[in-house]
Structures are given as C-alpha cells and as structure tokens.
C-alpha cells in the first residue's frame, strides 16, 4: 500500500509540474491589445534590467503640457543581451521614442517593440506582431 501511494504522489507531481511555469507567465495577447499600436516620446526617468521583463519609465508631455509617466514592458533580458542590450541602453535621462501596444486596461503601460534615440540609432525590445514571438529583427538598427 505504502509503494501505492508513493508511485500516486510521484505520478501527481510529474502531471502536474509542467502546468505551473505555464500559469506563471502571461502571454501578449493576455495584457495588451494589438489593435492599439502607440508610438510615444519622452525622457526615461527610470529602468529595470530583470526577470522576468524589463521595464522601463518614460515621461510624456502631452499638447497642453501636462506630464504622464508611462511604463513600458520590454522582452527577457537574457534575450536582449544576446541581442546586444545593456543595463544603459536605456537609461534615465534620455529621450526616446517608444513604440508599441497599449494595455488592455488602459493604464499608462505598452508592451514595448522599439526604441528610436535623437541619432537615429533603433533598438528592439520586444517582439513584432506577425513575426511568431520572436525577437531581433530590427535590433540594434543604425540609420544614417
């Protein structure tokens, strides 16, 4: 009976197992919304270079004048450094336009496909709608 129930909970464990990694993380669709592409402009206040996303903040001044911070979800850091991003390839203080897909639910937050400094210089940071989830094409773009 003991070996019963002990092959029953191991049985358990191994369904089980795969089903919480695939709860734990959210797919694009789940937060943002493909339908509202954003293209936005302003000075990084603040970066986050970890796991499971980066996150960046940027300071958007609107027509009138009045400031809104917006939060934007880049991809997994481990996919952007091979990609060449460092904790500084977007730091406080710099001005930058961000492209992407706002949330869902209307808040401040996109999901982040690209950044375009003052140079020029393009770097991704997340994946393009169409390409499969994956990442890369168009990183680290040099327009002269």
């Given at each position: ?9 191991g049985?358990?464990f191994v369904l089980?197992s795969?089903?919480?990694p ?5 797919g ?10 954003i293209t936005l ?8 270079f970890?796991?499971?996303h ?5 300071d958007?001044?609107s027509?009138d ?8 979800e880049?991809?997994p850091?481990?996919?952007l450094y091979?990609?060449g991003?460092?904790?500084d390839?977007?730091k406080p203080?710099?001005t930058?336009t ?8 209307g808040?401040n937050?996109a ?6 400094f003052p140079?020029?210089?393009e ?12 990442y890369g094409?168009g990183?680290n773009n040099?327009?002269?």
């Amino acid at each position: 009976m003991r070996i019963i129930s002990f092959i029953a909970c191991g049985l358990l464990f191994v369904l089980l197992s795969p089903v919480t990694p695939v709860m734990a993380h959210h797919g694009f669709a789940v937060e943002f919304d493909q339908n509202k592409p954003i293209t936005l402009a302003g000075v990084v206040t603040k970066m986050e270079f970890m796991n499971p996303h980066i996150y960046f903040y940027v300071d958007v001044k609107s027509k009138d004048g009045k400031v809104t911070n917006w939060s934007f979800e880049g991809g997994p850091p481990n996919v952007l450094y091979r990609q060449g991003w460092r904790k500084d390839t977007v730091k406080p203080g710099d001005t930058v336009t961000v492209k992407g897909f706002r949330a869902k639910d209307g808040t401040n937050l996109a999901s982040c496909t690209s950044v375009t400094f003052p140079d020029g210089r393009e770097v991704s940071a997340g994946p393009k709608l169409g390409s499969s989830g994956g990442y890369g094409s168009g990183t680290n773009n040099s327009k002269k």
